[in-house]
Every structure is written in structure tokens, then in C-alpha cells.
């Protein structure tokens, strides 16, 4: 594999590297590095998000500007303000090694006065929303007249968000002899077109397919009834107790209404839009990215650019008008080498949707079942068991121990542990017990082979399991899905519905591996630890099973506070969980109970 030092980048670019902990570099930077360090060129460069297109061009970008000079010598447009903080952060890790390089960050919903000062004082490199840099052209307080590089970034985007005008007026206040980079996820005709205009025979680079998603995301879809879209979000929630996910929504409205009812139901939720002001934006975003909010409600608009790696899940409460947002939307999870899922809320008529975006995105999708009550109470009882088996024990509760054993006197061990884990739980099980099956029933694709028809339903042979492996011994979807296919040896298509939660996962085969699968599992150590599998107690997927055909569950916000799951619960951070992983034993779920 190629290394970073292998690409011509200058020793004190490669001391921030590995500072960073960049390995090796991703396949656009492998590209798009050697081109531009080596001659003046316009490039064109086709990535998805995710992908490192900042360290793309952010290191050629420092090593060629001449940083005894103060004039500013690049200029980044990027769409938002979010983005623009960004791209400038990480120009400041990559150039710490480097003498008096400044790197300014200019857009709107700030002081232009501090900006202009900034500026002022010497930036080498602006990075710039457009609307806010034609302010400042307008009123002279930057000088772009001498920059040799200018770099388009997420071009896509910012033609979608209607810069094209102000894209124009600014490259007119730009020398014509400079280069320009222009980096985007996808190729629209508009992007081509400021491709032809302003561009001077680029060279292009492609990584990936073009328009395609990224291949780390599995896509998902749920097919509920049009007015159950919010009672089956909850449920994709409680089923993914540590999830840390972007819910999108079409209209800021929708964005704002779901996220307070989350919030009142008693999830750690917040919204992004952009009806809000920039004071609120940031606060939402500071406490989504320390995981002090575990759903991001968010219309597309706010959302994008959104670098935060570790999001677990997308969710599209509302299918997008455009095709190509989903892409981009998707894209927000599966990043920096980690795997993600998206997953779709469609009512029945929006099925023909599910198909465009597959051949768009040339993968298909899934077809899962919103879990019924019990599937969620079970997911959640372990939940809740690993939970309280891996909570670090509180020295200071040893004063209170007298006065507690004496209130606990006499409750042996076993009924003990039903308590505690009822304390939780009957919370769980009151709110799901006569749930109704959410799911709308699902015509005309049960023709499609696969994953999905399989999968869906127990009664048509399919077996689920539980395994005590999850995300804190290093699994994800992808790479469960590979061992169990390894260890079983099992065609590709054998293991199906993998759900990795964060100490425990499940998955499904044909009831004709069961035997297979069982006893494999027999005793069967990974280092040294037992791996145990188990038959699931509630067949995932099971839908309109007896349980869940109860009255109609009235899904009301108001009153929901107490029910469902406790506010501000805690979450540990995936950091946290990696560290776990050697003292994990393996445990017999009914040592739990
Ligand atoms: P894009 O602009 O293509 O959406 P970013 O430039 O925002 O992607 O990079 C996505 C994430 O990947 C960032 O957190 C970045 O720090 C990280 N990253 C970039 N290049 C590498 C690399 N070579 N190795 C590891 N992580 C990387
Ligand atoms: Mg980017």
C-alpha cells in the first residue's frame, strides 16, 4: 500500500499525518496528491463524502503556498458554515508544523468586522461560504486578486444550494491564470458546467462509481402505515440502545415537531435547522458531537457537511424529493472506515422510490420489519444486563452498604437481580407489551430474491439468533457477518438480518442451519473467551406475531416522559467500549436472569 511519504508531501506535512493518525491515505488523496503537488493543473475530483477529500486537497494546498508571503494565496468555498469551520480546523491540525500559516474562516451569521480583521492580519488560505466571501469582495475587505489556488469544495452542494451567481462574481475577482480543484460527491450537469466555464482543461479523477453510495452503509427500509412514521421511529430507537444517528426530515417544520417529541418522550434528541438562530445551531451541533445528543434531527440543508465520524445510523424519517440527497444523506454514516446504516421509513406508495434509489446508488437495500414490542423488551433486557455487569462500581456508595443490605435483607441473589433489572425494564415492557405490529404489509416486493424475502418472516423458515459478540469486541455488521460466514462455513448469503448492538448481536439463517449453527457454537472459545449463540427468544422480523396483536397502541407524546426510557441516559462512547473488550467473559443470558 501506499504511504503518505510515497505521495511527495514535505517531512513536516508527514509529522501532522501521523499526529493525525492517518495510516495510509484514502484512495481520493492517493489520486489527487501527486497531481496537484507535482505541476499547476485544475483537477476535478469525484468522491463520496467521507472519503478524505479535505486532506486531498488541504496538504498540497499548504505545501505550495509560500508562507513567508502574506497575500492570500487560496481560497476554499465550501456550502455552509458548518463546513467551512471544518475544512479550516483540520488546515490548522495539517499545517501545525508550518511557520506562519494562517487559515481563515469566513461566513455568515458572525461578526464580518472580526472576519475582516482577521484577514487583516494575513491569511494565506480563506475558506469561505459564497455568499458571505461576495459580501466582503463587495465591500473590499478581502483581496483575492493575486490567490494561485482556488478550490471548489463540495461543488455539488453549493450549486444545489443556489450559489451558482455568487460562485460567477467571486472566480471574476480571481486572477485567470490561477488553478482551480474543484471536489464533489456526485456530477450533476450544473457541475459540469462551472467545470466547462471556469475551468481550463482539468484532469479528472473518479474514486468509486460515479453517483454511488458508499459501500460500508447498508441500506434498510421499513414499510409502515403514513401516520405510524413516528411510533416506528422510537421503535428503531429502543431496538439500538446506543445508537448516535441523523434523522432526516423534509421540512424544517417536521424537523422541529419530531425532535420535540423526542425530546419529550425522553430521548436525548435535538433539532438542526435553520430557523434557528447560529447561536442555537452551534449549540446543538457542540452537543451532538460530544454524544450528549444521540438523534440529530436535521433538515438537509443544516445537515450537510455534518463531520462527525462515528454515526451509527441515518435515519430518513421522509424519503427525500431528490435522489441524489440520499446519497449525500447516507453518507453521513459508514465514514472513516467504519461501517453505518441507513435506513428509510416509506409508507406503501413510496415503495417505486426504494428501487430509483437502488439503481442510483447500484445497492440494494434491505427490507426489515419494525420489531415488535417483545423483540425491543429483549434487545433492551440485555441492554440492560451488560449494562449494569459493566457499570464501574461507585466506591463511595461502601458508606451507605450497612443501611442498604439492611433494606435488602433477606432477597437472595436471583430475585435480586429481578428487581434491579425490572426497575428498568417493566418500563420497557408496559410501554411495548400490547403494541401493535407497526408494519404495512408488504405487496409486491416479496418477488425480489435475496436478503429480504428470506429474512423477513419466521414463519417461512428462518431462524434468529442471539450471540454474546457486539461492538465492543470490534464487530460491525460487515465483519460479524464475515466470521460467523467463516466459522460456519456458509455461503455468503446464509447469514442474513446481522444487528450488531454493543455487547451482544443477532442474525439469521435458513432453520436448516440451525443445527449447524448450534453446535459450532458449542463451546467455542475466540482468545480464550466463550462465544455463546443462542436461539432468539423472539424471532426478529416476526411481525404480526400473537403478542403484539393487542389494542391499538395511541402513540401521544404528552405523558410519554416516564415511559420508554429515562432522560439523559449514558451512553458510552465507542472509546470506551474498545477498551472493554479484553476483560469481557462470556456469560449464559440466563445467568442473567
Ligand atoms: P470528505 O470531505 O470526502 O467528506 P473528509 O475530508 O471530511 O471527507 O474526511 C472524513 C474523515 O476521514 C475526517 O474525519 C478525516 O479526518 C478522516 N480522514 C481523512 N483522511 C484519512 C486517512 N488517510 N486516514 C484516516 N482518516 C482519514
Ligand atoms: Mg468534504
Redesign the pocket.
Known amino acids: 500500500m501506499t504511504k503518505f511519504e510515497a505521495l511527495g508531501l514535505q517531512k513536516s506535512l508527514l509529522d501532522a499525518v501521523s499526529d493525525?493518525?492517518?495510516?495510509?491515505?484514502?484512495e481520493?488523496?492517493e489520486k489527487a496528491i501527486p497531481i496537484l503537488l507535482e505541476g499547476e493543473t485544475d483537477l476535478v475530483a469525484l468522491?463520496?463524502?467521507?472519503?478524505?477529500?479535505?486532506?486531498a486537497f488541504g496538504f498540497p494546498l499548504i505545501q505550495k503556498i509560500d508562507s513567508n508571503s502574506r497575500t492570500t494565496q487560496g481560497l476554499i468555498l465550501s456550502p455552509t458554515r458548518e463546513l467551512c469551520l471544518?475544512i479550516t480546523n483540520?488546515l490548522q491540525l495539517y499545517s501545525k508544523y508550518e511557520k506562519n500559516i494562517n487559515v481563515v474562516a469566513i461566513y455568515g451569521g458572525a461578526s464580518i468586522t472580526d472576519q475582516a480583521r482577521q484577514i487583516k492580519r494575513g491569511a494565506q488560505i480563506i475558506v469561505a461560504t459564497p455568499g458571505r466571501m461576495k459580501d466582503m469582495i463587495g465591500r473590499r475587505l478581502v483581496d483575492i486578486s493575486k490567490i494561485d489556488y482556488c478550490i471548489l469544495?463540495?461543488a455539488d452542494e453549493m450549486l444545489n444550494m443556489g450559489f451558482f451567481e455568487d460562485i460567477k462574481d467571486i472566480l471574476s475577482n480571481t486572477p485567470e491564470e490561477k488553478s482551480t480543484w474543484l471536489?464533489s460527491?456526485t456530477m450533476p450537469k450544473e457541475v459540469s458546467v462551472i467545470a466547462k466555464k471556469f475551468m481550463h482543461s482539468p484532469q479528472e479523477i473518479t474514486v468509486g462509481a460515479k453517483n454511488s453510495g458508499v459501500d460500508t452503509v447498508q441500506h434498510e427500509y421499513y414499510v409502515v402505515g403514513g401516520r405510524d412514521r413516528y411510533p416506528a421511529l422510537k421503535r428503531l430507537a429502543d431496538t439500538n440502545p446506543d445508537i448516535f444517528s441523523v434523522i432526516f426530515c423534509r421540512t424544517k417544520r417536521d424537523t422541529q415537531k419530531v425532535a420535540e417529541k423526542l425530546i419529550e418522550d425522553g430521548y436525548n434528541a435535538g433539532a438542526l435547522h435553520g430557523d434557528l438562530s447560529q447561536n442555537q445551531r452551534d449549540m446543538v451541533m457542540n452537543a451532538f458531537r460530544k454524544k450528549q445528543i444521540q438523534m440529530l434531527v436535521a433538515t438537509d440543508v443544516a445537515a450537510r457537511g455534518i463531520?462527525v465520524?462515528d454515526i451509527t445510523h441515518v435515519i430518513n424519517y421522509q424519503l427525500p424529493d431528490e435522489i441524489e440527497t440520499y446519497t449525500h444523506r447516507s453518507?453521513r454514516t459508514g465514514?472513516?472506515?467504519k461501517s453505518g446504516i441507513s435506513m428509510v421509513i416509506v409508507t406503501r406508495s413510496e415503495l417505486r422510490k426504494i428501487k430509483s434509489i437502488e439503481n442510483k446508488i447500484k445497492q440494494q437495500f434491505v427490507a426489515k420489519k419494525i420489531p415488535t414490542g417483545m423483540e425491543i423488551c429483549e434487545i433492551q433486557l440485555y441492554h440492560l444486563a451488560n449494562k449494569i455487569k459493566d457499570t464501574k462500581i461507585n466506591e463511595d456508595v461502601e458508606n451507605y452498604l450497612p443501611a442498604i443490605n439492611d433494606v435488602l435483607q433477606g432477597i437472595d441473589r436471583e430475585e435480586l437481580i429481578k428487581k434491579i433489572v425490572s426497575v428498568e425494564f417493566t418500563r420497557f415492557f408496559n410501554y411495548y407489551n400490547k403494541a401493535q405490529d407497526l408494519n404495512s404489509v408488504d405487496i409486491g416486493r416479496g418477488e425480489r430474491g435475496g436478503e429480504r424475502s428470506r429474512g423477513e418472516n419466521s414463519s417461512d423458515g428462518s431462524v434468529r439468533y442471539f450471540i454474546n459478540v457486539g461492538e465492543k469486541d470490534g464487530y460491525d455488521w460487515m465483519s460479524l457477518k464475515d466470521f460467523l460466514k467463516d466459522t460456519l462455513d456458509l455461503g455468503r448469503d446464509a447469514i442474513y438480518k446481522v444487528d450488531v448492538k454493543e455487547s451482544f448481536s443477532f442474525f439469521n439463517t435458513e432453520a436448516s442451519d440451525t443445527e449447524k449453527v448450534l453446535s459450532t457454537f458449542t463451546e467455542f472459545k475466540v482468545d480464550g473467551r466463550f462465544v455463546n449463540v443462542e436461539v432468539s427468544k423472539t424471532p426478529g422480523g416476526s411481525g404480526g406475531g400473537g403478542a403484539n396483536r393487542g389494542r391499538r397502541f395511541k402513540d401521544k407524546g404528552r405523558g410519554g416522559k416516564d415511559r420508554g426510557r429515562s432522560k439523559g441516559r449514558d451512553r458510552s462512547t465507542s472509546k470506551d467500549n474498545a477498551s472493554h473488550s479484553g476483560k469481557r467473559r462470556s456469560k449464559k443470558r440466563s445467568d442473567f436472569f
Open positions: 493525525m493518525g492517518f495510516e495510509t491515505p484514502s481520493v488523496q468522491a463520496q463524502t467521507g472519503t478524505g477529500k479535505t486532506a471544518q483540520e469544495d463540495e471536489f460527491a463531520d465520524d453518507g465514514r472513516a472506515g
